[in-house]
């Protein structure tokens, strides 16, 4: 029988989840950063598919120093950045990631290249040799704030930044980067790169941000992909998430879609930047907020 559900494309981003830090200023320049990159992704993703559009909106974010992921990425404790990213596209079933790889541009593109590997988790100083084998050129992602919140021994929890898409062929990509905590144990692995982070089925994708270890002691992605599965709706999977993580006091945020074009998200943080458009337009966390 020809199956010809019309499927809707729909995109959600994020920009971290935590305490909203920085000046209502900032606060706002970040928002609009969000909505125009919503903007440009869902573009990619009507004209490319999901996996481009994911690709695309992780790149833009990793450019911009607002966030911390790529440029603006937060330094670890002995002074060294360290980023970590990955991708999950439910039309091969393949996670791929890379953890702390140093002085590149664009993580998602290693992790996006390494999906194309017959091993796809690459870490520490091997995954940035393993970038100059291929050509990917050096690059200083430190900026002069984030030099000034080392320099302050400033540790937060906000800033990495995600994407999930669901395209016309029905395929859900999730992606996420991130230059981790701030003044963390030199090496530290987060939740980004792992399944626990950043999870996708053919049913639903999801991607986190928030403190990475409670991120992993909850299997939050993977955790609301399959309940999802299972039959619950994908509003249903993320309230029941959060409402967990606030009665245990964790502090984490996602972002969620399905394979019916429904969008979830939800956050046991004071905030949680993101924006989403759902084919008639882009909403995003401040518009809400004022909306409220
Ligand atoms: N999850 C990231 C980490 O633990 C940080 C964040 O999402 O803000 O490194």
């Known amino acids: 029988m020809k199956n010809d559900k019309i499927i809707k494309p729909r ?4 920009g971290g989840a935590g305490k909203l830090e920085g000046t209502s200023d900032r606060q706002e320049q970040i928002n609009r950063s969000l909505k125009t990159v919503c903007q440009s992704s869902y573009l990619t993703l ?8 994911v690709l695309h909106a992780i790149r833009s974010l990793e450019d911009d120093s607002l966030f911390n992921a790529g440029t603006g990425s937060r330094l670890q404790a002995d002074g060294e950045i360290r980023m970590s990213s990955s991708i999950m596209d439910s039309s091969t079933g393949i996670f791929s990631a890379v953890i702390n790889v140093q002085n590149i541009r664009h993580p998602i593109d290693i992790a996006d290249m390494l999906s194309r590997e017959k091993h796809t988790v690459l870490a520490g100083k091997v995954a940035t040799d393993f970038c100059r084998n291929r050509g990917v050129d050096y690059h200083d992602p430190i900026t002069e704030l984030r030099l000034a919140e080392y320099e302050r021994q400033i540790k937060g929890s906000h800033g990495t930044v995600g ?12 992606g996420s980067s991130t230059g981790g905590i701030g003044y963390e144990i030199p090496g530290r692995v987060s939740d980004t790169a792992t399944v626990a982070g950043n999870y996708s089925s053919s049913v639903a994708g999801a991607s986190c941000t928030g403190i990475g270890e409670e991120i992993v002691n909850d299997a939050v992605a993977a955790g609301v992909v399959i309940r999802v599965e299972n039959g619950m709706s994908i509003h249903e999977a993320v309230q029941n998430t959060i409402e967990k993580a606030k009665k245990s006091q964790k502090r984490y945020g996602l972002i969620a879609l399905d394979c019916n074009s429904n969008i979830g998200y939800g956050f046991a943080t004071e905030g949680m930047y993101y924006a ?9 966390f401040i518009d809400e907020m004022e909306f409220k």
């Not at 009507?46 to 559009?53: D, F, L, T």
């Not at 994407?163 to 999730?174: E, F, P, R």
């Not at 759902?278 to 995003?284: A, K, P, R």
């Open 46 to 53: 009507i004209e490319q598919g999901a996996r481009e559009s």
């Open 163 to 174: 994407a999930v898409a669901l395209d016309k062929s029905g395929t859900i990509v999730s």
């Open 11 to 14: 995109l959600i981003i994020h």
């Open 276 to 284: 989403y458009h759902d084919g008639n337009g882009i909403t995003s």
